[in-house]
């Protein structure tokens, strides 16, 4: 089916690991995105990628690592986690961000605990 | 930095009501907004989009306004139903890439 697919859907972790949060796209869209939700703070943007291999930083990158090899996959890793970490984790994408007329489509979200 | 607003935090209507969540943001110089509905362990589904050059959007029931000038948008909910309960949140584009979210409305429509 079309559409973004966020896998694992929960993850349990320890801090100091290695975690990767998988991001798939079937649009072929340009932008890739991904935002943390967290009570009291809302959506915030960690990363984004404009197309393969370009990436930059949102608002909250630390403790972030992203790449983008392929146009449909935008993986997440945390490098070493921490429980500030924990959160719930989502992808977006958007065909273009010029002219203002196209909308971000998010994933369902990874639930990510951090012990 | 963009703020936004979202009033109230939650509402509880009985069905068949019309409603209206609000929206605020402090920089008005946006690309556009979007409102979104998010179920419990969901994610985001995109409801509708209004660009900057716009003043509203429809689709269905839903009825979405905005004044630039003035910071605002609202999202209009006619005969509301039980299966419209969620949190409605409303994000805005600036210059940047990013959305600025607000932090929701949870709306309960009761039987």
């Known amino acids: 089916d079309a559409g973004i697919t966020q896998s694992p859907r929960y993850k349990i972790t320890e801090t100091g690991r290695q975690v990767t949060l998988m991001c798939h796209q079937t649009?072929?869209?340009?932008?890739m995105f991904w935002y943390r939700q967290d009570l009291g703070h809302g959506l915030r943007l960690i990363y984004y990628?404009?197309?393969?291999?370009?990436?930059d930083k949102g608002e909250v990158p630390d403790g972030y690592v992203v790449s983008r090899s392929k146009t449909e996959n935008f993986p997440l890793t945390l490098e070493s986690a921490t429980r500030s970490q924990t959160s719930v984790y989502f992808c977006?994408?958007?065909?273009?961000?010029?002219?203002?007329?196209?909308?971000?489509?998010f994933g369902d979200g990874t639930r990510l605990s951090i012990l | 930095k963009q703020e936004v607003t979202q009033i109230p935090a939650a509402l509880s209507v009985p069905e068949g009501e019309n409603l209206v969540l609000n929206c605020s943001f402090t920089?008005?110089?946006?690309?556009?907004l979007q409102w979104f509905r998010q179920d419990p362990g969901k994610g985001l589904t995109s409801l509708l989009l209004?660009?900057?050059?716009?003043r509203e959007q429809t689709s269905g029931r839903l009825n979405a306004s905005l004044d630039k000038s003035s910071g605002r948008s609202t999202l209009y909910i006619a005969a509301s139903q039980p299966g419209d309960s969620a949190t409605y949140l409303c994000?805005?584009?600036?210059?940047?890439?990013?959305?600025?979210f607000g932090k929701g409305t949870s709306l309960l429509v009761t039987p």
């Open positions: 977006a994408s958007s065909e273009s961000i010029w002219g203002g007329n196209q909308p971000q489509h």
């Open positions: 649009w072929s869209h340009s932008y």
């Open positions: 990628s404009a197309a393969a291999d370009i990436t």
């Open positions: 920089d008005s110089a946006i690309y556009n």
């Open positions: 209004i660009q900057s050059s716009q």
């Open positions: 994000a805005v584009r600036g210059s940047g890439y990013a959305l600025n």
